[in-house]
């Protein structure tokens, strides 16, 4: 006869948690193939993009876009480490072989473009869990999903608090 906790730890459900570094569940070149993937699959051809782009060619948004998302992925979110994964890289400095934007331009990008950012690291995060568990194609459930777009939205408040208490020392 099983004892009552044996029976509460069969009933019990067990709560899902996902990995600081993603890459426990999904290995760095397929994570940064899968985050480069999503970045290339959004709409480039936007009009007002373009514009944007044309007017500001030094401005490296499909890196910042990129690294950044690959970076928080990993747990790595204060911006100097971001700039240095950068280097350390090698899979990173294929996909872009120019010099990564400053720790100051990853803080600006990350405040100017928290939707973007959030939405970018929850794809990478269901690229992740569908990997770990093997699910394909099959809908993630709408509290997974929140779940996956909550943590990505912690990981970008997690590097601006790193950020300023770099600045504060």
């Not at 970045?39 to 910042?64: H, K, M, Y």
């Not at 997690?158 to 300023?164: A, P, Q």
Request: some cysteine.
């Amino acid at each position: 006869m099983k004892s009552k906790a044996d029976m509460d730890a069969v009933t019990q459900p067990r709560k899902f948690s996902i990995p600081w570094a993603i890459s426990e569940w999904l290995d760095k070149p397929r994570l940064l193939a899968g985050v480069a993937e999503d970045i290339e699959g959004l709409d480039w051809s936007n009009p007002e993009l373009v514009t944007f782009l044309q007017a500001n060619p030094e401005f490296q948004l499909r890196l910042l876009l990129v690294l950044v998302t690959y970076a928080y992925a990993m747990g790595i979110c204060e911006s100097e480490d971001v700039v240095e994964l950068y280097y350390r890289d090698e899979g990173l400095k294929r996909l872009f072989p120019t010099p990564p934007p400053s720790h100051t331009a990853i803080t600006r990008f990350r405040r100017e473009n928290r939707g973007l950012l959030k939405w970018s690291i929850a794809q990478a995060l269901k690229r992740a869990v569908r990997s770990h568990f093997d699910l394909g194609d099959v809908p993630l459930p709408a509290g997974l999903k929140k779940a996956l777009v909550d943590a990505a939205g912690t990981r970008i408040d997690v590097g601006r608090h790193l950020d300023r208490s770099v600045q504060g020392e």
